[in-house]
């Protein structure tokens, strides 16, 4: 078995609540994982952020290693038990606030999709993500920083803003769901017609707005430049446990463009976590994007990604020196009033930007090396995937 191979047989084992003979990989393990083969399946684990279930599979199969290999796979399990537990703890201060408050709220992402894991620490989460209304979005704010000792890291965003709480956890309080694409998003501002009120003030989107909304949220990073196998894994077990509506999902899907993508994010997750040892070659192309992406993709692919939706290296850095007028707004509130300023903003933003000098020097140096077949590599392959 290769590195690739074994990963994701132990990311099945984990993940999988149904009996999983895993005697094959094991047999892989006692004969051939020595230090460096370790080191490559915990560097590519750790990438992904699911070094935790290897470790959690290689353990409840008996399989121990020596040196600093093996205790940096046991740092990443404790590391994401002590995370879930102090998510939760904030999470559920977070519902507590706004019940008291009676703000309707919708818990997002990773609060939701860790229920559908065999054990809710599987599924880890580097922040919180909650929604409010754009107009209970104060509220909400002061609430928490009022009452609960939470602290504003920056301005409102595009669809958020980033508070911390007293323990360090970062929470992303959004406003909305928009991923700045016209065909999802079209449907992304429904989420509150789709949801669905659960208790106290907790709203709950509907099974098939919540595998919409994960699959476009998945679409939007793959198109930027990478998602991670996390993601499918996401997707792939919801499909699994959910009560679906198909032709309901389906027509949300198709409505936004998105029903080809999905098919082939579950075939992909059939062809690692199922039965299927075939898959098609598009799919094969998928696997090798996000497995070369990491968790976030890289600065390369999100430069190849981004000469494709632009239309070449020209047009990107044109669109990177002027910010769409719908997100400075954001940023500079008083252009929905003074639309004559938009361009003295536009100035200012570059003076903000200018103090970032070395990630717009990683950035630049990432687009001027992009090759030409590069490009149509990537294009071919959101063209067959329906992006």
Known sequence: MNVRDLLMALVRYAIKDETFDISAVKESLNESLNENRLATLFKVAKKHDVAHLVAFALEQNGLYFEGEVWQGFLKEKEQAKLRYEMIQADFDEICKCFDKEEIAYVPLKGAVIRAYYPEPWMRTSCDIDVLVR???????????????????????????????????????????????????????????????????????????????????????????????????????????????????????????????FFKAVMDLGEYWL?????????????????????????????????????????????SRAFMPYESLSILYPVIKKHKILTPFCQILRWFGVVSKSKRIKNEIKNVTSVSQEQTEGVRSLLNSLGL
């Open 134 to 260: 754009e107009e209970e979005l104060d509220r909400a704010v002061n609430a928490l920083v009022s009452g609960y000792s939470y602290r504003v890291d920056g301005k409102k965003s595009y669809h958020d803003i980033s508070l911390y709480s007293p323990f360090g956890m970062h929470l992303e309080l959004h406003h909305n769901i928009k991923e700045t694409i016209d065909k999802y998003d079209e449907l992304l501002t429904q989420v509150w017609e789709f949801s669905y009120h659960c208790d106290g003030a907790k709203h709950l989107q509907t099974n098939e707005f919540l595998m919409f909304h994960l699959t476009a949220h998945m679409a939007y990073h793959f198109i930027g430049g990478g998602c991670g196998l996390r993601s499918v894994l996401d997707l792939w077990l919801l499909k699994q446990k959910m009560v679906l509506n198909g032709e309901r999902l389906n027509e949300l899907l198709e409505k936004a463009e998105l029903a080809t």
């Open 274 to 318: 199922g039965e299927t040892s075939e898959v098609s070659q598009v799919v094969l192309e998928m696997e090798k994007y996000i497995l070369l992406g990491g968790a976030y993709g890289t600065g390369k692919q999100s430069a190849i990604s981004n000469q494709v939706k632009k239309g070449g290296k020209t047009r990107y850095f044109l």
